[in-house]
C-alpha cells in the first residue's frame, strides 16, 4: 500500500533546525496529520476542548480555579521538560501532533493534559468534603488516576507515543502501559496538591478563607511557583516508600508496588470519607459546570470509541523515536536511591514493543542505525473485544464515581445535620 503523506518512510540521524523558532515549533500539514493518525487528531482536539472549557470554568466560578488551571499546566511544562532533556530519564517520544513544540518533543495538547487531569479531579474531590485536607490531596491523585487510564491504554496502542524498550523503571507493563504510569500520575498530582494548597495557606495564615478563596497575590503567586517547580520532587519522593527500595534493591515488580501503592491511597480516602463533611445536597450545577461535567463523561467515550472504529494497525507515527543503534551499548539510569541500567538504543534485533513495527514502510524495511527520525506503524488488536470489555469497565466505574461526588446525596443526612444544627443553635 502506497501512503501520499509527507515524510512517510523518511530517516534522519539528528535535527537540524534554521533557528529558535523553528526548534521551538513544528507545524505539520493537517491533511497529513489526518491520514497518518486520525486518532492522534481526536485525542488531541478532546484535550484542547477540555482545556478550554476549564477556563471558561475557572473564570465564571472565580476564586483558585483559574490559578489551579495555571499552576498545573506549568507544572506539566516542568515536568514533561525534564523528561525529555534529562538523559538519564528521557524514556518516551510523543508523536508529532499538527503543532509540536520544543525539539519536536512535545505535542501541543501535553500544554493542557495536566490541567485537565488535575482540574477535573480536583472538582469532583472538593466535593467529598472530607475532613482531612491530605486525605482530599490523595482522593485527587486517584481521580486523575482514573482520568488517566484510558487515555494511557488506548493511546499507546494507536502509537501516540513510545516508550524506551529497556528501561528499568517502565519494563512492567499493562497493556503496554508501565505500572509506573499510575504510579506517576497518583503521587505527582498528589505532590502538587499538597504544595498549591499549603504554600496559600502559609502565607494567608491570618485569615480566615476557604481553600477555594483566593488569597493575596502574593501567596497565589508563590502557591502557583511552589507547585510547579515542586511538584515533581515531592512525587518523586512518594516512590520511596513502596517502589525503588522493593524494585530496585528486592527485583519486586512495578505491577506490584503500583497496585500496592493505589490501594493504600485508596483505603485510606474511603476511610476517611465514612467521617466526612458532606451533609447537605451538593451546590446545584451552572450551564458551564453542567457542559464540563459532560466533557468528562465524552473524555472516556473518545478513548471507547477509538477502540471501536479505528484499527490500530492504520496508525502510522513520523517522527522522534527512540535511536537506533549498537544493541550492547548501555547507559545509567539514576534513581533516588540506586543506578540501573539500561541499553542505550533500540536493538532492532531483539526489542519488545509489540504495539508499534515497520509493515506499512515498503517491503516492511526498518530503520538504519542512527536514526532518530523514523517511521513506525501500529500492529492489530490481539483481542479487540477484551480492550472494549476494559475500557467498558473503566467507564462505568468513572461514570459511578464521579456522578456520585457531583450529584448523589442523603436526605436523611441532610435532615439529620440540619436538626442537629437547629438543636445546637436552641441550646
Same mark, same amino acid.
Given at each position: 500500500?502506497?501512503?501520499?503523506?509527507?515524510?512517510?518512510?523518511?530517516?534522519?540521524?539528528?535535527?537540524?533546525?534554521?533557528?529558535?523558532?523553528?526548534?521551538?515549533?513544528?507545524?505539520?500539514?493537517?491533511?497529513?496529520?489526518?491520514?497518518?493518525?486520525?486518532?492522534?487528531?481526536?485525542?488531541?482536539?478532546?484535550?484542547?476542548?477540555?482545556?478550554?472549557?476549564?477556563?471558561?470554568?475557572?473564570?465564571?466560578?472565580?476564586?483558585?480555579?483559574?490559578?489551579?488551571?495555571?499552576?498545573?499546566?506549568?507544572?506539566?511544562?516542568?515536568?514533561?521538560?525534564?523528561?525529555?532533556?534529562?538523559?538519564?530519564?528521557?524514556?518516551?517520544?510523543?508523536?508529532?501532533?499538527?503543532?509540536?513544540?520544543?525539539?519536536?518533543?512535545?505535542?501541543?495538547?501535553?500544554?493542557?493534559?495536566?490541567?485537565?487531569?488535575?482540574?477535573?479531579?480536583?472538582?469532583?474531590?472538593?466535593?467529598?468534603?472530607?475532613?482531612?485536607?491530605?486525605?482530599?490531596?490523595?482522593?485527587?491523585?486517584?481521580?486523575?488516576?482514573?482520568?488517566?487510564?484510558?487515555?494511557?491504554?488506548?493511546?499507546?496502542?494507536?502509537?501516540?507515543?513510545?516508550?524506551?524498550?529497556?528501561?528499568?523503571?517502565?519494563?512492567?507493563?499493562?497493556?503496554?502501559?508501565?505500572?509506573?504510569?499510575?504510579?506517576?500520575?497518583?503521587?505527582?498530582?498528589?505532590?502538587?496538591?499538597?504544595?498549591?494548597?499549603?504554600?496559600?495557606?502559609?502565607?494567608?495564615?491570618?485569615?480566615?478563607?476557604?481553600?477555594?478563596?483566593?488569597?493575596?497575590?502574593?501567596?497565589?503567586?508563590?502557591?502557583? $511557583?511552589?507547585?510547579? +517547580?515542586?511538584?515533581?520532587? #515531592?512525587? *518523586?519522593?512518594?516512590?520511596? =516508600?513502596?517502589?525503588?527500595? %522493593?524494585?530496585?534493591?528486592?527485583?519486586?515488580?512495578?505491577?506490584?508496588?503500583?497496585?500496592?501503592?493505589?490501594?493504600?491511597?485508596?483505603?485510606?480516602?474511603?476511610?476517611?470519607?465514612?467521617?466526612?463533611?458532606?451533609?447537605?445536597?451538593?451546590?446545584?450545577?451552572?450551564?458551564?459546570?453542567?457542559?464540563?461535567?459532560?466533557?468528562?463523561?465524552?473524555?472516556?467515550?473518545?478513548?471507547?470509541?477509538?477502540?471501536?472504529?479505528?484499527?490500530?494497525?492504520?496508525? $502510522?507515527?513520523?517522527? +522522534?523515536?527512540?535511536?537506533? #543503534?549498537? *544493541?550492547?551499548?548501555?547507559? =545509567?539510569?539514576?534513581?533516588? %536511591?540506586?543506578?540501573?541500567?539500561?541499553?542505550?538504543?533500540?536493538?532492532?534485533?531483539?526489542?519488545?514493543?509489540?504495539?508499534?513495527?515497520?509493515?506499512?514502510?515498503?517491503?516492511?524495511?526498518?530503520?538504519?542505525?542512527?536514526?532518530?527520525?523514523?517511521?513506525?506503524?501500529?500492529?492489530?488488536?490481539?483481542?479487540?473485544?477484551?480492550?472494549?470489555?476494559?475500557?467498558?469497565?473503566?467507564?462505568?466505574?468513572?461514570?459511578?464515581?464521579?456522578?456520585?461526588?457531583?450529584?448523589?446525596?442523603?436526605?436523611?443526612?441532610?435532615?439529620?445535620?440540619?436538626?442537629?444544627?437547629?438543636?445546637?443553635?436552641?441550646?
Amino acid at each position: 500500500m502506497e501512503y501520499n503523506i509527507t515524510g512517510f518512510g523518511e530517516e534522519r540521524s539528528e535535527m537540524n533546525y534554521t533557528g529558535l523558532g523553528n526548534w521551538l515549533i513544528g507545524y505539520m500539514d493537517p491533511y497529513d496529520y489526518w491520514n497518518a493518525h486520525p486518532t492522534y487528531a481526536i485525542c488531541e482536539l478532546d484535550f484542547l476542548i477540555g482545556a478550554g472549557l476549564m477556563l471558561v470554568h475557572a473564570f465564571t466560578t472565580g476564586g483558585r480555579w483559574p490559578w489551579l488551571f495555571f499552576a498545573s499546566m506549568f507544572h506539566g511544562f516542568v515536568v514533561e521538560l525534564i523528561a525529555y532533556f534529562a538523559p538519564f530519564i528521557a524514556n518516551f517520544w510523543h508523536a508529532q501532533g499538527m503543532i509540536t513544540l520544543f525539539d519536536r518533543r512535545m505535542a501541543l495538547y501535553i500544554a493542557v493534559l495536566y490541567p485537565v487531569f488535575y482540574y477535573h479531579a480536583s472538582w469532583a474531590s472538593s466535593k467529598m468534603k472530607l475532613k482531612s485536607q491530605l486525605v482530599e490531596y490523595m482522593a485527587v491523585g486517584l481521580m486523575t488516576v482514573l482520568v488517566d487510564i484510558p487515555y494511557d491504554i488506548t493511546s499507546v496502542k494507536y502509537v501516540h507515543w513510545i516508550w524506551h524498550d529497556t528501561d528499568p523503571n517502565i519494563y512492567d507493563r499493562h497493556y503496554w502501559v508501565p505500572w509506573n504510569s499510575y504510579y506517576f500520575h497518583l503521587c505527582f498530582s498528589t505532590s502538587f496538591q499538597f504544595w498549591f494548597h499549603s504554600v496559600r495557606r502559609w502565607i494567608d495564615k491570618s485569615k480566615d478563607l476557604d481553600k477555594w478563596q483566593a488569597g493575596s497575590i502574593k501567596s497565589e503567586i508563590n502557591a502557583l $511557583i511552589a507547585a510547579s +517547580l515542586l511538584g515533581m520532587p #515531592g512525587g *518523586c519522593l512518594l516512590f520511596l =516508600p513502596f517502589y525503588h527500595p %522493593l524494585h530496585d534493591f528486592y527485583g519486586v515488580p512495578s505491577e506490584v508496588t503500583g497496585v500496592s501503592i493505589l490501594m493504600a491511597f485508596t483505603a485510606i480516602v474511603w476511610k476517611f470519607d465514612r467521617k466526612s463533611h458532606r451533609y447537605e445536597k451538593p451546590a446545584k450545577m451552572n450551564f458551564v459546570s453542567k457542559i464540563l461535567f459532560g466533557h468528562l463523561l465524552v473524555h472516556y467515550l473518545v478513548f471507547l470509541v477509538m477502540v471501536i472504529f479505528f484499527n490500530p494497525e492504520d496508525a $502510522i507515527s513520523i517522527g +522522534l523515536h527512540q535511536p537506533i #543503534g549498537n *544493541c550492547n551499548e548501555t547507559e =545509567p539510569v539514576h534513581t533516588i %536511591l540506586k543506578t540501573l541500567h539500561r541499553q542505550k538504543y533500540l536493538c532492532l534485533d531483539n526489542y519488545d514493543e509489540k504495539y508499534y513495527d515497520f509493515h506499512c514502510l515498503p517491503n516492511a524495511t526498518v530503520p538504519s542505525d542512527g536514526s532518530i527520525w523514523y517511521t513506525v506503524c501500529g500492529t492489530p488488536f490481539e483481542n479487540r473485544a477484551e480492550y472494549l470489555t476494559v475500557l467498558s469497565l473503566i467507564t462505568f466505574i468513572a461514570y459511578m464515581v464521579f456522578t456520585s461526588f457531583h450529584f448523589d446525596y442523603d436526605e436523611n443526612t441532610e435532615k439529620l445535620w440540619k436538626n442537629t444544627k437547629l438543636s445546637k443553635k436552641n441550646n
